[in-house]
């Protein structure tokens, strides 16, 4: 891109419906939370956005910043509960924060990373072999991290939310949202979610430019 050029604006995004989605997490734990899904998204996707909190009641005029997360979906962690990475657990923390503060969980259809799922699958066959995450995914022909957050703009700007505290440990996640025009009040970290088998892997999240403070690092 030039120096003079305008970054292209996303077409607008609008909600196709909202309804009540009563969660509950692993200890039993009952979550109100409502589920909004959206027509013009550019990508065709399915994704969702999950009101919590606050946020979970419908309320036209909600007040305070929404704290929101963008979770990519990961099958093998949010649902399978695979240690080989802390997707999971990240989920499960994301939903109990939001619904404390009030704000939206963005369930982005983004398995590994943008890659798909068989090919998720197929990185971690290499990984077996000795690879790190992003490499895996270079010796795949594919981008360390492919995702592209220009629909989850679309969703927060269909849902009103213009400004919002970021749940993450990724930078790149605020940066595009900043960039896309949407303002970022703080960002909010994360815990830090070990496994047994999980280190090496964020260890390479650490050094590719996630906040993460792992010990021994």
């Given at each position: 891109?030039?120096?003079?050029?305008?970054p292209v604006?996303?077409?607008?995004?609008?909600?196709?419906r909202?309804?009540d989605?009563p969660?509950?997490?692993?200890d039993?734990?009952?979550v109100?939370a409502?589920?909004?899904?959206?027509?013009?998204?550019?990508?065709g996707?399915?994704?969702?956005?999950?009101?919590?909190g606050?946020?979970?009641?419908?309320?036209?005029?909600p007040v305070?910043?929404?704290?929101?997360?963008?979770h990519?979906e990961?099958l093998?962690?949010?649902?399978?509960?695979?240690?080989?990475?802390?997707?999971?657990?990240?989920?499960?923390?994301?939903?109990?924060?939001?619904?404390?503060a009030?704000g939206?969980?963005?369930y982005l259809?983004?398995e590994?990373?943008?890659?798909?799922?068989?090919?998720k699958?197929?990185a971690?066959?290499l990984?077996?072999r000795g690879?790190?995450?992003?490499?895996?995914?270079?010796?795949?022909?594919?981008?360390?991290?492919a995702?592209?957050?220009?629909v989850?703009?679309?969703?927060?700007?269909?849902?009103?939310?213009?400004?919002?505290?970021?749940?993450s440990?990724?930078?790149?996640?605020?940066?595009q949202?900043?960039?896309?025009?949407?303002?970022?009040?703080?960002r909010?970290?994360?815990?830090?979610?070990?496994?047994?088998?999980?280190?090496?892997?964020?260890?390479?999240k650490?050094?590719?430019g996630?906040?993460?403070?792992?010990?021994?690092?």
């Open positions: 891109m030039s120096v003079d050029a305008v604006e996303p077409p607008v995004a609008s909600v196709r909202s309804v989605l969660l509950r997490l692993v039993g734990t009952p109100p409502r589920l909004t899904t959206f027509h013009g998204l550019v990508d996707r399915e994704h969702v956005a999950i009101g919590l606050s946020r979970a009641v419908g309320d036209p005029r305070g910043v929404p704290l929101v997360r963008l990519s990961c093998t962690g949010d649902v399978l509960g695979s240690a080989r990475c802390d997707c999971g657990p990240q989920l499960e923390e994301a939903i109990r924060r939001v619904s404390h009030g939206y969980l963005l259809r983004q590994g990373r943008d890659i798909g799922l068989y090919n699958i197929d971690y066959a990984q077996d690879l790190d995450t992003y490499e895996a995914n270079r010796a795949l022909g594919f981008a360390d991290d995702r592209d957050y220009t989850a703009v679309q969703m927060l700007e269909a849902l009103g939310v213009d400004r919002l505290d970021l749940l440990n990724n930078p790149d996640k605020g940066d949202l900043e960039a896309a025009g949407i303002r970022v009040e703080r909010v970290r994360t815990g830090l979610h070990l496994s047994p088998v999980n280190h090496g892997y964020l260890a390479t650490a050094a590719g996630h906040v993460l403070r792992l010990p021994g690092l």
